[in-house]
């Protein structure tokens, strides 16, 4: 250390020791505690590029302020916390802002005027991160840049909220016809609105409740009056459409149907499975298999519903075993792959046998 | 140079001294915390402490792991945080003469004075 003014540093010897003591460790005091420190970039942030910041580093105006006079005041005897909120570390949201760079993309179109860009806020919002990583003994240009880049988001998602709301809310100009001036320029207006009237289809009535009528009889004016007309005069009725209710996907149609029962329906999914069948080669398999179980089963002397239990490893080795073209019984359980010759594979065993089998 | 932390630079900056590290860093660190005149401002990879004396005064200390070119610059940028902070000097002791050359470099205004025990002060002018 320089001897500027080594002697009032000194000073702090004794409290400085004592601290020590009481932390049991330098290293740890180091750590719960570590230095505040105020960044002189914090203190000339609000100078700009005509001071400390070069252009790159330049913080928007009102970030740049706020931290400045934060700084000032902590530089003036603030408490430590105040330097740390203020900037104290600040010159890492000086960094931060070319942290962020990488991560803010271009100015989002359409966001409202006066937003704050993602890259200004992120500077901001950098001081945020920085103190945490100063307070925590953390590497400060690293906590600025994960502070910076949540920040930037924020923003980012702030203008792109804003965009959307401002899409809501900004009259677009409509053009409708003037009524008043038929054949005259369209009328310019910003109300917005949904013009359509045609109401909603009604998914079980898709042409619409109601009746319609028509004359039972042309209005042909030579049949007006006419007792020659062959049906009475009059209006018939009849309904729009046929309502249709297809809950479930199932047509209950309230059409009476031609033999006379008003309702007829026919499920849309009905179940079209199919039962299932073994090829003939695994039946053949299966039936070997079984076969050769069973018949060992009954050697035994149980059969079902006998005493059948294997009571001894020679009896599981010996029972349910098919032979191999090549090396002779198998052990229980296994079967020989005859087709390759490769290992054998563990394939049941008597207990799945038996359970299969029912047999208990 | 890459940015040091504080460790790193108060480290390289009693290396020969015989004073410890750490203890240096625990004493200013602890100094900082609890007494409100007592201020660390970080300029590179170079610290100046002082101590606010009142009325825009300030006693000023240094630890730098800079190089001769950066010092220059973080001089330059502390003398005009000192002046956003509002301070009017600032005084320190001269134990190497080359800090004159490195002030009039940074183009700080300064001006010598002797001390009681005989030493040179130089006083910074913000």
């Known amino acids: 250390m320089t001897k500027w003014v080594q002697s009032e540093v000194n000073k702090a010897g004794d409290a400085g020791q004592k601290f020590v003591n009481t932390a049991g460790d330098v290293g740890q005091a180091i750590i719960d505690h570590p230095m505040p420190i105020i960044e002189s970039i914090a203190l000339t942030a609000a100078i700009g590029p005509q001071g400390l910041l070069p252009a790159s580093y330049a913080l928007s105006a009102p970030v740049a302020a706020a931290t400045s006079a934060a700084a000032v005041t902590a530089a003036n005897g603030g408490d430590v916390k105040q330097i740390a909120t203020a900037a104290a570390t600040a010159g890492a949201g000086a960094e931060a802002t070319q942290l962020v760079a990488p991560y803010a993309g271009p100015a989002i179109s359409g966001a409202a005027s006066g937003s704050i860009s993602p890259v200004a806020s992120a500077a901001g919002g950098a001081v945020g991160g920085a103190v945490k990583g100063a307070l925590t003994g953390q590497d400060i240009g690293k906590e600025a840049g994960i502070g910076a880049a949540v920040s930037g988001l924020a923003a980012a998602g702030a203008q792109g909220a804003s965009e959307a709301y401002g899409a809501m809310t900004t009259p677009t100009p409509q053009y409708v016809t003037n009524y008043a001036d038929p054949g005259g320029p369209p009328i310019q207006t910003n109300i917005q609105g949904n013009y359509s009237i045609a109401p909603q289809s009604n998914p079980y009535s898709p042409d619409g409740f109601g009746l319609k009528g028509q004359p039972t009889t042309g209005l042909d004016a030579s049949t007006i009056g006419q007792s020659t007309a062959s049906e009475t005069p009059g209006i018939k009725l009849s309904p729009l459409s046929n309502p249709v209710f297809t809950p479930g996907g199932v047509n209950y149609s309230l059409a009476p149907s031609g033999s006379g029962e008003g309702i007829q329906g026919q499920p849309a999914d009905a179940l079209t499975t199919s039962p299932q069948t073994l090829s003939p080669a695994a039946q053949s398999a299966l039936q070997s298999v079984l076969g050769a179980g069973l018949s060992a089963i009954g050697s035994k002397g149980g059969g079902v519903g006998g005493s059948s239990a294997p009571t001894s490893a020679t009896d599981l080795a010996t029972t349910g075993t098919t032979s191999s073209p090549t090396s002779g019984p198998a052990p229980g359980g296994e079967v020989g792959d005859i087709s390759t010759g490769g290992a054998k594979k563990n394939v049941w065993n008597l207990e799945s046998l038996r359970e299969g089998l029912g047999i208990t | ?126």
């Open chain 2, 1 to 126: 140079m890459a940015k040091m932390t504080t460790q790193e630079i108060i480290a390289k900056s009693v290396a020969g001294s015989g004073q410890d590290p750490k203890q240096v860093h625990a004493q200013m660190t602890q100094r900082a915390l609890n007494d409100p005149k007592f201020r660390i401002i970080r300029s590179g990879n170079t610290l100046f402490s002082y101590y606010n004396q009142g009325n825009g005064n300030a006693l000023v200390a240094m630890d730098t792991a800079a190089t001769p070119r950066e010092l220059i610059k973080d001089v330059g940028e502390f003398a005009k945080a000192m002046k956003v902070a509002k301070f009017k000097q600032g005084k320190f002791e001269i134990g190497n003469p080359q800090i004159e050359k490195v002030l009039k470099m940074a183009g700080v205004n300064y001006k010598l004075m002797p001390m009681p025990n005989g030493q040179m002060a130089g006083v910074m002018e913000f």
